[in-house]
């Protein structure tokens, strides 16, 4: 194809996604579209598989069966997100193992909340209520993204996030309604997940490469700051309800924006975190990669099941 | 060197009535187990009555880029179409 041909098609191209028309697999795409997919959309689904060790942590330890099974079926979502999310990566033409095989080495990220500890009940009830809340609000938009596979994903994941929330803000309710010991906890755990979840709306506008781009092929439709303020907005009423304390100084309403004022966020711990430094990184990979090593038996076992039951049906005479 | 699990395509009736729809995919060792993983990830809050899985590979797809030949031919056979054909205005029910 000469560069003219290609400059055609790529303009065709933005032109369709500029009129709201749908990306689907066999279409043909700009090798950048490809990529830049493949890495957010994997990314993505890293984030959701790797979220479900920090809350699984707890789930023998739930306080009550009520909380057990909301919380077995929450973690069981999370796996269901990152398989719908999966499944449309590899609509791009990129294998399954591919995409464990960048996980598990290091190459591919997933979101730096889910390398903090999950250290008291309460971090269940924060996570849920701020951490699925940062979350719903990234993902609301992109239930309306370009490329239809992830468009479609995201149309089914986001209705299963409302009540990740609200069973979130529920258990943080019932411990603020509960014992000063109790209400601590809760306070204690706002504390260490607020600014983890205010990061997880990824990096000031200024040092974010790709917002243009991603503006254009609907991946993003607000930017980081914009939903980060959004987030903070929102959130602040809650934690009033809850009676507890945002840990930010700097926090004040201001009449005149119609938003709250914040503070400064300690970028140089983000980074740490999602060079990998953080407080569980290695310990979350540990878990991933030893699953899915220990897994391996498993799966040849049913491979082999599969293989025979087959033979079976095509030579049912040498069955033995 | 372990065998990987194929591809599945899930089709999914949301209830009696209306058609299997296409839900998404998923890996599984074989047809049975495709099914028992696509009821885990695909209807945890009955979003179906019934399923069917066929392996992505026997499934063959038209190629856009033949969407001109393919489809273009029915764009100016608006006869096919009611609004086609003029009629009274008195005439009801038609
Ligand atoms: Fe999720
Ligand atoms: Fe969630």
Redesign the pocket.
Known sequence: MSDAQLKNLEEIFEQRIANDEKIEPKDWMPEKYRKTHIRQISQHAHSEIVGMLPEGNWITRAPSLRRKVALLA?VQ??AG?GLYLYSACETLGISRDELYEQLHSGKAKYSSIFNYPTVTWADMGAIGWLV?GA?IINQVPLCNTSYGPYARAMIRVCKE?SF?QRQGFEIMMTLCNGTEAQKQMAQDALNRWWWPSLMMLGPVDAESVHTEQSMKWKLKRKTNDELRQQFIDQTVPQADILGLTVPDPDLKWNEETGHYDFGEINWDEFWQVVKGHGPCNKERMNARVGAWEKGTWVRDAAMAYAEKQQNKKENPAKAV | MEKKWPLWEIFVRSKNGLEHRHFGSLHAADADMALENARDVYTRRSEGVSIWVVESKNITASNPENNGELFEPAQDKVYRHPTFYTLPDEIKHM
């Open positions: 929450k979502d999370e997100h699925d979350a996030e990740h």
